[in-house]
Structures are given as C-alpha cells and as structure tokens.
C-alpha cells in the first residue's frame, strides 16, 4: 500500500481539463518537494514535474503541478489522446528516508 | 543527452542472487545520486535504493534491506545493485535512475530513468 495516495483513475474527453490528487503527511509531501512522472504503455517513465510546479524543457504547458500542505495536484488542461498513460507523484519521506511514490493514476482519453 | 543503461537482469530462482549494472553517459557521473527503482508486472513503482555522488551514502527501502547492496565505480561511470536472498516479490523491471542532487543530503528526488531491465524470481 502506497504512502501516497492516487486516485487509481481519471478520465475526460479531449480538449477537457483533468486533474489528479496526490495526498501525503507532513513526513512527506508536507515537507518535501512532489515531483509527477508520465509513464506511456511500455515505456519508462518520463519527469513531468519538479520542485511542486516547475515543467521541465520540452513538456507542454498544459501540464502543471501545485502543492498545499500534505496535498498535491497535476492538472492536465487541454486533454489530448497522447495523455493517455499511467501519473506518479513522488515525495521524499523524511521518517522512512526514502522515496515515496503514489499508487499511479490511470488517466483515459474518452 | 542523459543515457542510462541496464544490463543484468534475467530468471533467477527463490533464494538466489543477481546482479544488475548501470552505465550511465551525458553526465558528470560522480557529481549526482543514483536510484534504484523497481515495478512488478502491472503494479506500480517502487523506490528501492539510492546511493551518493561520492558513494559514501546509502540508502534502501525497507523490504531489501539487509538483501541488496548499491555500489558504485565513478571512474566507470557505472552502479550497480547486488541483490541476495531474491523473493518472488522482487519479480519487477528494475530501473536505473539519476538524481537532481550530489548526495540526497536532504532528500532524493530523481530526474531522468533507464529503459530497465526484467528480473523474474520463480522456481
């Protein structure tokens, strides 16, 4: 069972705006930075996020992360059918010192 | 361009021992952490181990420790993850990852991941 926890599932129709909590504790999310990982079928996951909002080069603006307290969002606006994959969030733990990933999002373009 | 690359995986019975490699390019190796991190057919992921810039630091998740020992060779620009005691639990493809920082002095907190390599526990 993940420390951070996913909904297991999202989903919309293209063009919508679909978002994904992810929701730590103050070991965690709460005092580290959350850092989102796209992960396409069949291949290795690709940094989406960092440091809570921050896009690396290359990924679109329609992708972007916010955090408050022991929570943290992604939010994908614009859907696309190339969104279509599995989300990590991921957290440094503080307690555990160790990394910290969510159960992953699915996320369905309808 | 970062390149991270996994070789060492394969089928291994209960109770046995692999060793997976890492070769890593595009980067000042010795100057960044490096992860383990690992996913069961069909599951999630899986933070396994990280290891220091300098290699003096380690760090594992509880259900290796004890079982698996991180490495490095910064004069070959690789890491490499011992595994001892192998479960059919540690059946996963295994990824090699590159920290944002020397040491995780603070935290780990991974940038870019290999392609992985399959490692299959079964009799």
């Known amino acids: 069972q993940s420390v951070l926890t996913q909904p297991p599932s999202a989903s919309g129709t293209p063009g919508q705006r679909v978002t994904i909590s992810c929701s730590g504790s103050?070991?965690?999310?709460?005092?580290?930075?959350v850092y989102w990982y796209q992960q396409l079928p069949g291949t290795a996951p690709k940094l989406l996020i960092y440091m809570n909002n921050q896009r690396p080069s290359g990924v679109p603006d329609r992708f972007s992360g916010s955090k408050s307290g022991t929570s943290a969002s992604l939010a994908i606006s614009g859907l696309r059918s190339e969104d279509e994959a599995d989300y990590y969030c991921?957290?440094?733990?503080?307690?555990?010192?160790?990394?910290?990933f969510g159960g992953g999002t699915r996320v369905t373009v309808l | 361009e970062v390149q991270l690359l996994e070789s060492g995986g394969g089928l291994v019975q209960p109770g046995g021992s692999l060793r997976l490699s890492c070769e890593a390019s595009g980067f000042t190796f010795s100057t960044y952490a490096m992860n383990w991190v690992r996913q069961a057919p069909g599951k999630g992921l899986e933070w396994v181990s990280a290891i220091s810039g300098r290699g003096d630091r380690t760090f594992y998740a509880d259900s290796v420790k004890g079982r698996f020992t991180i490495s490095r060779d910064n004069s070959e620009n690789t890491m490499s993850l011992q595994m001892e005691a192998l479960r059919d639990e540690d059946t996963a493809v295994y990824y090699c990852?590159?920290?944002?920082?020397?040491?995780?002095?603070?935290?780990?907190?991974?940038?870019?991941w290999g392609q992985g390599t399959l490692v299959t526990v079964s009799s």
């Open positions: 991921a957290a440094w733990d503080d307690s555990l010192r160790g990394v910290l």
């Open positions: 990852a590159k920290d944002v920082s020397h040491s995780c002095s603070s935290a780990c907190q991974i940038e870019y």
């Open positions: 103050n070991s965690n999310i709460g005092s580290n930075y």
